[in-house]
């Protein structure tokens, strides 16, 4: 299967910083999300992002499918941001799908 | 539109009971997913069913059960629950083709 890799697994920033959080994974995909999954356990949708760029608010992803990795950025860290922040792949055949999760990346913003 | 629904939010079980975790959309999608969510770790695919009527195994199937009731409710059994089944369990759901998975707000299990 395809395996996923997150990095750094632990951020602590001071509020206001920016942060660059990394996603590699093993395979062609044609699915790629980012999740939020906040301090009670909610998991948020960031972004659906096979390849490209896309930015929503200060909140920015870049995936180079050819390279096989997908990068989040994150500036102006606010203490809302803290949690942990997941990639999920999946590659899609005959609308079967199974999304593979990395372990996550646990960030930590500091007031 | 609620979105995913999952019921109950907390369960306590002793060992070899059952019990069945209930997750409904409103979204019309086509595909649903179970996953479980260890401490300290990404979810993992219980099961899953691209359409009414089918549903596939996923990564870590051994002790669940699911059925399809229909496009909107897709359930998971616990037969025998054992003190490895402890998680969060997460459903999904998704249209069909290519596009994002939504999740529901997760059911936490502890069993004793």
């Known amino acids: 299967g395809i395996q996923v890799e997150q990095s750094p697994p632990d951020l602590i920033l001071q509020e206001g910083a920016n942060s660059t959080l990394r996603c590699n994974f093993s395979?062609?995909?044609?699915?790629l999300q980012w999740f939020h999954q906040n301090p009670w356990g909610q998991l948020i949708n960031l972004f659906y992002?096979?390849?490209g760029t896309k930015q929503n608010g200060r909140l920015s992803a870049t995936t180079v499918a050819t390279e096989r990795y997908s990068l989040l950025y994150i500036s102006s860290s606010q203490t809302t941001d803290s949690g942990v922040y997941f990639c999920?792949?999946?590659?899609?055949?005959?609308?079967?799908?199974?999304?593979?999760f990395g372990t996550g990346t646990r960030l930590t913003i500091i007031p | 539109n609620a979105g995913v629904t999952q019921t109950p939010k907390f369960q306590v079980l002793k060992t070899g009971q059952s019990m069945t975790l209930q997750c409904a959309q409103d979204m019309n999608h086509n595909s649903m997913y179970w996953y479980r969510q260890d401490p300290g770790m990404g979810l993992r695919l219980i099961y899953y069913s691209a359409s009414e009527g089918t549903t596939d195994k996923g990564e870590v199937p051994n002790g669940y059960n699911v059925s399809r009731l229909n496009k909107r409710e897709f359930s998971l059994r616990l037969e025998s629950a054992a003190p490895s089944q402890t998680s969060v369990y997460f459903c999904?759901?998704?249209?069909?083709?290519?596009?994002?998975?939504?999740f529901g707000p997760g059911t936490r299990l502890l069993v004793l």
């Open positions: 999904a759901s998704r249209t069909g083709g290519v596009g994002t998975q939504y």
């Open positions: 395979d062609s995909v044609n699915n």
């Open positions: 999920a792949v999946a590659l899609t055949n005959f609308g079967n799908e199974k999304l593979t």
């Open positions: 992002i096979p390849s």
